[in-house]
């Protein structure tokens, strides 16, 4: 768990993932025979295939992960030395109350997020939702101190840490999506007799709009995409039992289905299949809301064979994100055998 630690503690909003990025280049250089990063900001690692029929050209399978996360942007310094922010994502405004930042200015400068006390709200306050124009950052300086340290563009992380709770569970904040490179990363290291290409893509910008899996996919033209990120484990307190899907501990999730594609039924049953074929465990994943970088492979050129293989994730978009460690091996492991496999998979007959 020492990488995914390393990975989900690196700052990396949207369009700012470099320190992240470090750490990618450095997993991937040694196990890809090609490693390069993209004017948008996508580490693009190429292992080519261990083995390839004679006159042949291997097909290519891009796997993507998103390596950002959601957070802020400076926008502006009022008078009194007060921070107001841009939001880089999406965030329900109830999981920022009371919340320690970092702004990753001309150093780290330490704030909190705070909103009109509770001592003075009204009636009518205190009732409806807080909305996310009603908060600001205080790093306890005045305008002055603080203009000699931040400027409008500036990023802004939550200050938290990824801590194993047990030996079965862990938390963090960006476990979306850092978890689902350390599966493409660990997968990549693990595939040893593979007759295809595989694109290990570490992409940039998914949260404001899957923008770094566009022009990967459209660079690379993939015949196959799988894109490895979480879902949410609906199995917690409130949640009717007709709505419920994917849990945690309960493994691997194969994407039938998201807000930004529908997976290719025959590459969703092969999965299925291996999955069985190997004693991992798996859930199938229905999901009416929430995309993934699939939706872009999918509708990149001509078209792309596309699914998606999935952590199981409790309380996504804040800081406690939480995964099961067997679902994160089962992912590794269900990956691994798609990629030794995926040659002999006559789609269009499943």
Do not use: W
Request: negative net charge; aromatic residues 6%; hydrophobic residues 40%.
């Amino acid at each position: 768990m020492e990488l995914l630690k390393k990975l989900c503690e690196a700052p990396g909003i949207s369009g700012y993932e470099n320190q992240v990025t470090d750490i990618i280049e450095e997993e991937l250089k040694s196990v890809c025979d090609k490693l390069e990063i993209d004017r948008l900001g996508n580490v693009i690692g190429l292992k080519k295939a261990s083995h390839k029929e004679v006159d042949s050209v291997p097909k290519k399978v891009m796997l993507a992960a998103h390596m950002d996360q959601i957070g802020f942007l400076v926008k502006s310094v009022d008078k009194n030395g007060f921070i107001r922010f841009a939001v880089v994502g999406g965030f329900d405004p109830k999981t920022l109350v009371a919340q320690r930042v970092i702004i990753h200015g001309k150093k780290k400068v330490v704030g909190v997020i705070g909103s009109k006390p509770i001592h003075v709200l009204g009636e009518e306050e205190i009732k409806k939702a807080p909305l996310m124009k009603e908060f600001f950052i205080d790093v306890g300086l005045e305008n002055s101190e603080v203009e000699a340290l931040i400027q409008p563009g500036d990023a802004i992380t939550f200050d938290q840490n990824f801590v194993q709770m047990n030996d079965k569970v862990v938390t963090s904040l960006a476990l979306d999506n850092r978890v689902g490179v350390y599966v493409l990363l660990e997968a990549v290291k693990r595939v040893k007799n593979h007759r295809v290409d595989i694109y290990a893509v570490a992409t940039s910008q998914e949260e404001v709009g899957l923008r770094g899996a566009i022009t990967s996919s459209y660079s690379i033209a993939p015949d196959f995409g799988i894109a490895l990120d979480v879902t949410v484990a609906m199995d917690t307190p409130g949640i009717k039992e007709e709505e419920k899907g994917c849990a945690m501990g309960k493994g691997t999730a194969i994407a039938v289905m998201n807000s930004s594609m529908i997976a290719h039924r025959g590459l969703y049953l092969f999965l299925k299949e291996l999955a069985e074929k190997n004693n991992i465990k798996y859930q199938m994943d229905v999901m009416e809301r929430g995309g993934t970088d699939a939706g872009a492979m999918q509708k990149s050129r001509s078209g792309v064979i596309t699914g998606g293989i999935s952590v199981p994730s409790r309380y996504i978009h804040s800081v406690v994100e939480m995964c099961h460690i067997d679902d994160i091996e089962a992912s590794i492991s269900l990956l691994v055998s798609f990629l030794e496999n995926i040659h002999l998979a006559d789609f269009y007959n499943l």
